[in-house]
C-alpha cells in the first residue's frame, strides 16, 4: 500500500470516528426538540438567527469529507450517507428533525 493510502486512511478513520461521537450527541440533543440537525429550516433566513448550531455544521462538513474520501476507495459510509440523505429531505409531509433523529439514533443502535 503506497505512503499515500495509507496516510488517506487513517485520514478517513480519524474523520468517521469524530463523525460517529458527534453524530450520537446531536441526535440525541435533536431527539430533545431541538432544531438545526437536518437543515430542514435553513430557508428561513431568520431560522440561522435562532437555530445556529456550530455541532451540526462541523457534522455536515464531517459528513461531505467523507463522502469524498469514501468515493476514492469506492466504499460508502452508510451512517454517513444515510446522515446526508436525512439532510436532503424537504417537504410537508417530512417528519420534524426531534422525530428523524429519534428515527435515526433507533435505526444505529440496531446495527
Sequence with gaps: MAKRSQIQERKLVELEVEF???????????????????GQNDHVDVARKYLNWPQ??????????????????????????????LCSLRGANVPGEPKLAIAFLNDIEKS
Design 56 to 85: 451540526a455544521d462541523r457534522l455536515k462538513e464531517l459528513a461531505h469529507e467523507i463522502k469524498s474520501f469514501r468515493l476514492d476507495f469506492g466504499q460508502p459510509n452508510q451512517t454517513c450517507e444515510r446522515y446526508l440523505q
Design 20 to 38: 460517529k461521537s458527534l453524530l450520537l450527541a446531536c441526535l440525541r440533543e435533536c431527539a430533545q426538540g431541538r432544531y438545526g440537525l437536518f
